[in-house]
């Protein structure tokens, strides 16, 4: 089957994807966000830079040099960026972020708590000790545990 893109193009969807391809309107990716209808007043070419994913946390994009090591995904979700901006570094993968009111698409500061998901495999003393001496190493030790 032979279509034509908006931009002029012809592209043609393979016989057996006809079905599957059936709505394809655009020739490529780079047609369809050049091409698409403007998105509440947006201009077409402009890509959205915050959403909402489905389990309600805001998802904004990040350029590659800016995303954390190992995120292969153009948006990163913005708990995690604001965090990251307050402690001048990215977070580790065994730190996550907590919404204090439980609202999870607010991303205020003043909302956010860094907590630390680490934990040793065993119960024993020494492993604790060592636990200890490693939470130590990584956030300081000068924690005012009394606020």
């Known amino acids: 089957m032979v279509k034509n893109c908006p931009c002029g193009n012809t592209f043609e969807v393979p016989r057996w994807g006809a079905k599957?391809?059936?709505g394809q309107v655009y020739c490529s990716p780079a047609c369809r966000e050049k091409y698409r209808a403007p998105i509440k007043g947006r201009p077409a070419a402009v890509k959205s830079h915050r959403r909402l994913n489905p389990d309600?946390?805001?998802?904004?994009y990040v350029p590659p040099e800016g995303r954390p090591p190992g995120w292969v995904n153009?948006?990163?979700?913005?708990?995690r960026v604001v965090m990251s901006?307050?402690?001048?570094?990215?977070l580790t993968s065994?730190?996550?972020?907590h919404h204090i009111n439980g609202v999870r698409s607010d991303n205020r500061p003043e909302n956010l708590e860094l907590w630390v998901t680490k934990q040793p495999r065993g119960q024993r003393p020494e492993d604790l000790l060592a636990y200890a001496?490693?939470?130590i190493a990584q956030?300081?030790?000068?924690?005012?545990?009394?606020t």
């Open 20 to 22: 599957e391809n059936k």
């Open 56 to 60: 309600g946390y805001v998802l904004v």
């Open 74 to 79: 153009s948006h990163v979700p913005e708990h």
């Open 85 to 90: 901006k307050m402690l001048g570094r990215h």
């Open 94 to 97: 065994d730190e996550n972020v």
């Open 133 to 135: 001496y490693e939470i």
């Open 139 to 146: 956030y300081g030790p000068k924690l005012d545990l009394d």
